[in-house]
């Protein structure tokens, strides 16, 4: 009797502790176990979805809205007012500025966490610091990985594209006008694809533009965060209505 008396009184203990913890902001029951909305590029899907954690919905996005910031800006706005405010805790942005594709974004119903980087290559090389080696290793580098290759653009896919509007002479000499500053293909590994036949088409794209070709591993350090947090340093919390703004980008 007594010892359960003792129990019943510790547990009436470590209940107001918890209550004082909550009161004080310390504990967050809502942020404990949070419900997601993941908005991102369908070229990382798999990179993704390797951390479903059943507290997570994803909604993936055409690749080509990078190509017309203006648009980005505009769909992503629109996904994300339409949930209602109890279905997620938090909206969560599986892009970068993305050539300030995601200013003004803003939710009256939801916090908006964002990845603090320029692009998306940074969430596959897995730090900000890494990108940055690269880029000053060698800055004229195009960027390729197993999801862009299936889902964006190449190169070679480009050229294409150009070849229905042009004849192939001018295809050509558009492609590599837009693309004469770039001196290597770099395919970033990131471990959710068997990854040869994605080397085949990247190599076969370094020699269509006579480059150099590369292959880099690629990290998934800040695709786990975006999902199952914590948030750090390299995530901006945007608070029910504010927006993105650029200047939260500037000293990248």
Not at 57 to 81: A, V
Not at 181 to 187: G, M, S, V
Not at 191 to 202: F, N
Not at 231 to 242: A, R, S, T
Request: aromatic share 10%; net charge negative.
């Amino acid at each position: 009797m007594l010892l359960s008396l003792t129990l019943v009184l510790y547990s009436i203990k470590i209940e107001n502790m918890r209550e004082a913890l909550l009161d004080n902001g310390q504990v967050d029951r809502k942020q404990s176990n949070p419900k997601l909305l993941i908005l991102g590029c369908a070229v990382m899907e798999r990179e993704l979805r390797q951390f479903q954690n059943g507290r997570v919905e994803f909604k993936f996005l055409d690749q080509g809205l990078h190509r017309t910031p203006q648009n980005m800006t505009k769909i992503l706005q629109t996904e994300i007012d339409q949930p209602c405010e109890e279905e997620y805790n938090a909206i969560v942005l599986g892009y970068g500025l993305c050539s300030n594709g995601i200013v003004s974004v803003h939710s009256q119903k939801h916090t908006l966490v964002v990845p603090r980087i320029h692009d998306c290559i940074t969430l596959f090389l897995g730090s900000p610091e890494y990108y940055r080696q690269e880029s000053a290793k060698q800055p004229g580098t195009y960027y390729l990985t197993p999801g862009w290759i299936e889902k964006g653009q190449t190169p070679i896919s480009k050229y294409e594209s150009y070849v229905r509007s042009y004849d192939e002479e001018t295809a050509t000499w558009v492609l590599h006008e837009e693309l004469k500053h770039y001196t290597r293909i770099a395919l970033i590994d990131t471990g959710v694809y068997p990854l040869e036949p994605y080397r085949k088409i990247a190599r076969q794209n370094a020699e269509f533009l006579g480059i150099n070709y590369e292959e880099l591993p690629g990290s998934p350090l800040l695709f786990k965060e975006l999902v199952c947090g914590p948030w750090g340093k390299n995530f901006l919390i945007v608070e029910k209505g504010q927006s993105v703004q650029q200047e939260m980008f500037l000293d990248l």
